[in-house]
């Protein structure tokens, strides 16, 4: 009871941002990460309709491609239109129940992704190193079995710890010195004692980063593997350049996410902090849409011929 009282003493938090900035810089850094974010969501949008309207692109990699994409879309909305706001708003509050909301979707995004990656690679490794019963074992069945595997385990494993943080009393003071409401920052805040929750966070962090890029390591591995063992200099090249694009972007991925989390303490730097998040909050879904498809050249196809398709009709129209 009295954790519920003191709790209501603070009904909303002022995330600080980039507020160290100066004004100018705080000016040119609005329309970048706005540039960022449409970007972002044309791209990873583009992916998402190619993949969806052309029949040749119905497979496995791409089913898993377009539950990344999505997932990038609302990871970096999760986040990227609130620190736009703070660079211009006065006021740069947040509601409580909206910084839990924030924090929940967020973490669910997040684990989500870790072990979806780990699927993505584990399809590459079947793909390439058992490519005659790559159809069999990667059905569309299986595929949305694992893909559904990775979202309820996304929302299960953050709906607990976002309970659990929140359930903390917060009774001041109320800014949070971040560009959205994050774990180490959030856990600051509370009036009490929360190395317990500092022990679970890092706890999750060792379970659901190293055990899905353990998953990534071995299927790269044997992919290597396999790769040196292709004949020609030309398919070893068009096969190690697609992988290691993929694993570039992994790495820093669980890299930061895993620096981040695993040894959360809540008296660290807060300007690390932030631009950790941001390289797997905003530069990750950045990437997305031009490491994993706008280089894949079935993709550039897809997209040439959806675009034919719609010249072609309104040429017909016109006519």
């Known amino acids: 009871m009295a954790a519920t009282e003191n709790q209501s003493n603070i009904h909303e938090f002022i995330l600080l941002g980039f507020t160290n900035f100066s004004k100018n810089i705080q000016l040119f850094l609005f329309p970048l990460f706005l540039f960022i974010y449409i970007f972002t969501i044309l791209g990873n949008l583009t992916i998402i309709t190619v993949s969806t309207l052309d029949s040749l692109l119905h497979t496995p990699m791409y089913y898993f491609l377009r539950n990344l994409s999505f ?8 986040t990227l239109p609130k620190l736009l706001n703070t660079f211009v708003a006065k006021r740069k509050t947040i509601y409580f129940y909206a910084c839990c909301t924030q924090m929940y979707c967020f973490f669910t995004l997040g684990v989500t992704e870790c072990f979806l990656l780990a699927v993505m690679a584990y399809d590459r490794f079947v793909a390439i190193c058992n490519p005659l019963r790559y159809f069999t074992v990667m059905n569309k069945k299986t595929c949305f079995k694992m893909a559904t595997v990775s979202w309820i385990s996304g929302n299960l494993i953050s709906l607990g710890q976002t309970a659990s943080i929140f359930s903390l009393p ?8 971040h560009f959205f ?6 856990l600051k805040l509370a009036c009490t004692d929360v190395s317990a929750n500092e022990i679970a966070v890092s706890v999750t962090g060792f379970l659901v980063l190293p055990l899905p890029f353990s ?3 071995y299927s790269y591995g044997r992919i290597i593997a396999a790769i040196m063992r292709i004949s020609t200099n030309k398919g070893r090249k068009k096969v190690f350049s697609t992988c290691a ?3 570039v972007s992994v790495t820093l991925f669980f890299g930061t996410g895993a620096f981040t989390y695993v ?3 809540t008296s660290d730097t ?6 950790l998040s941001l390289l797997y909050s905003v530069v990750t879904p950045l990437l997305n849409p031009l490491i994993y498809s706008l280089r894949n050249q079935e993709v550039k196809g897809g997209l040439k011929k959806l675009i034919h398709k719609k010249v072609g009709i309104k040429e017909t129209k016109a006519n």
């Open 71 to 78: 997932l990038e879309m609302c990871y970096i909305t999760v």
């Open 170 to 177: 917060y009774c001041g003071p109320n800014l949070i010195n």
């Open 181 to 186: 409401c994050d774990i180490p920052p959030v």
């Open 215 to 217: 998953l990534v390591l």
């Open 245 to 247: 694009s993929h694993f």
């Open 263 to 265: 040894r959360v303490k």
């Open 270 to 275: 807060p300007d690390n902090d932030k631009l």
